[in-house]
């Protein structure tokens, strides 16, 4: 019976976290020319935005080996900055409440940001980007191909109308 920790042909493993640690290790660091978090966009702009830089560190160079061939790429990073504690939001102050879960405010239980991103350039250990709205030193979590390459097409949901 193979073990869960075999290597199938050229597979190479790093010293990772046991699957059952649920705590979180930052990867690497984001470079955005935003300097407050008033001056992050609300959602970024894959388009128009400003090219950033994402910064893996040494123990994960590798793991960038075929992200070239995607155009958009998603990131997930920790908003350090955010308050955790709100339930309920008003995020506007025009009187309008909301739940946490309803909306993509950074601030929530685990502030963890998501931004699909333009792929610009993959250097070593390093990405260049568009569409980012985080803060210059924000920490990554993650790197995944865009979804949409992956993810069947789900019917819309059904209105009343039917
Ligand atoms: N695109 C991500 C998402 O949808 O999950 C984050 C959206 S959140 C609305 C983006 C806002 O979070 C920015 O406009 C800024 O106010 C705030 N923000 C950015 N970087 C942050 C950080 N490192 N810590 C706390 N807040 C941050």
């Known amino acids: ?5 075999d290597l199938r042909p050229n597979e190479e493993a ?36 400003p090219e950033c830089r994402v910064v893996l560190e040494p123990l994960w160079h590798k793991a960038l080996k075929g992200l070239e061939r995607y155009d958009f790429i998603e990131l997930f990073y920790w908003l350090h900055e955010s308050r955790r504690d709100l339930v309920l939001q008003s995020p506007k102050a025009n009187g309008e409440t909301t739940g946490t879960f309803a909306l993509r405010s950074p601030v929530r239980p685990n502030p963890i940001g998501l931004s699909r991103v333009r792929l610009l350039g993959v250097e070593a250990g390093a990405l260049r980007v568009r569409g ?19 993810t069947p097409q789900v019917p819309p949901k059904p209105t009343a109308m039917g």
């Open 14 to 49: 790093v010293d990772g976290p046991p699957p059952g640690d649920a705590q979180l290790r930052f990867i690497g660091v984001i470079r955005t020319p935003f300097t407050s978090r008033e001056l992050c966009p609300r959602q970024g702009d894959a388009i128009n935005g």
């Open 1 to 5: 019976m193979p073990s869960r920790n």
């Open 132 to 150: 980012l709205d985080c803060l210059n030193g924000t920490p990554l979590l993650d790197v995944k191909p865009d979804r949409c390459a992956y």
